[in-house]
């Protein structure tokens, strides 16, 4: 059977002290290696220390990387030890015992108390000992026993945090949610106002809404933004829109046009994939748009979006699909 997080917490707490102050399911989502699943303890937390955390998890074999500084250890039999020393003030440093069996990679984290040297020659708890014994544990398996699971099962005091089935299966994005699965992320008042009338210029298939947002969102409040996402660019984009000046690195691509008289002018942030899926941010706003390419890039949000729209590491990004779990969060969302 799969395992759970419930089932790899109930093998820790079998190596571990039970005296926690926080049991939960370790945080997954859509960029998370496959197969991730994990359980997090805390100990001695407390109003806002969350205290220090054991965290124990499991993927699909990456291969572990030879040890190649002073802050690594092969352990024998597949184990190794990796740590980071502390920085004063800034990290306490962390330790990591990873353990490679039948095609998975399972991992001990401890981080809270300060790394000062190799972490064999302090006095850890828990230490590197039981993070190696726990690692090696025979239940912890990609997929493992009934009995596992259902140890699991009698875990008490359990905090969950476990994804629900299909929460992080890609569904398509729509009008509304490629826009408001965006912009609620930036946590100002912000309202949608329904589909870009813009999406034509991005080819029929392609999916687009528009928000108002507030003076709070600088440079670009008062005034809106439209995201739109397409599975290949507008032919425009090798030469440029009518009454436009474009500019391209790679693919990266603004297009932008000048104030004139009352008009303040409007831009257009656009990314091409190497799949040729398109995702842009339209924006018109409170200042007028300068002639100068840099200053238009700042007044029209250039560098305030930087890579957050389209990098595929970032949770909030514009694009033709999205996880199930950030579509639903994004239907229900019409204002910020």
């Not at 124990?56 to 040890?67: I, K, Y």
């Not at 990266?252 to 257009?268: C, I, L």
């Amino acid at each position: 059977m799969p395992i759970t997080s419930r089932a790899i917490a109930a093998v820790m707490l079998d190596h571990l002290s039970a005296r926690t102050t926080h049991r939960q399911a370790t945080y997954v989502d859509e960029n998370s290696p496959a197969g991730y699943v994990g359980a997090d303890f805390r100990y001695h937390g407390g109003g806002e220390d969350d205290g220090d955390l054991v965290r124990v998890t499991l993927q699909r074999s990456s291969h572990l990387p030879a040890c190649s500084d002073d802050q690594c250890a092969d352990l024998g039999d597949g184990a190794q030890l990796r740590w980071d020393l502390v920085e004063p003030e800034e990290d306490p440093g962390v330790v990591a015992v990873a353990f490679e069996r039948d095609g998975a990679l399972t991992t001990a984290l401890l981080a809270g108390p300060d790394i000062t040297r190799d972490p064999r020659k302090l006095k850890l708890q828990p230490s590197v000992q039981a993070l190696t014994d726990l690692v090696r544990d025979q239940r912890l398996r990609l997929r493992t026993s009934p009995q596992a699971i259902a140890d699991g099962g009698h875990v008490a005091h359990w905090s969950g945090g476990e994804r629900k089935p299909g929460e992080l299966d890609e569904v398509p994005n729509n009008d509304q949610t490629v826009v408001t699965g965006f912009i609620f992320g930036w946590e100002h008042d912000w309202r949608y106002l329904g589909p870009s009338p813009l999406k034509q210029l991005f080819g029929p298939k392609a999916i687009g809404g528009r928000v108002a947002v507030s003076k709070e969102l600088e440079p670009i409040g008062p005034g809106t933004v439209d995201a739109l996402a397409a599975p290949s660019p507008p032919a425009w984009l090798t030469s440029c829109l009518p009454g436009y000046t474009c500019w391209s690195n790679g693919a990266e691509h603004f297009a932008w046009r000048p104030a004139s008289g009352s008009d303040h002018g409007d831009a257009y942030l656009v990314h091409v994939d190497p799949s040729g899926e398109t995702v842009a941010l339209h924006t018109d706003g409170r200042y007028r748009l300068s002639h100068s390419r840099r200053a238009a890039m700042a007044a029209s949000g250039y560098f305030l979006w930087g890579t957050d729209f389209y990098d595929d590491s970032q949770p909030l990004r514009v694009g033709l699909t999205t996880t199930r779990v950030r579509f639903e969060q994004a239907s229900r969302a019409t204002h910020g």
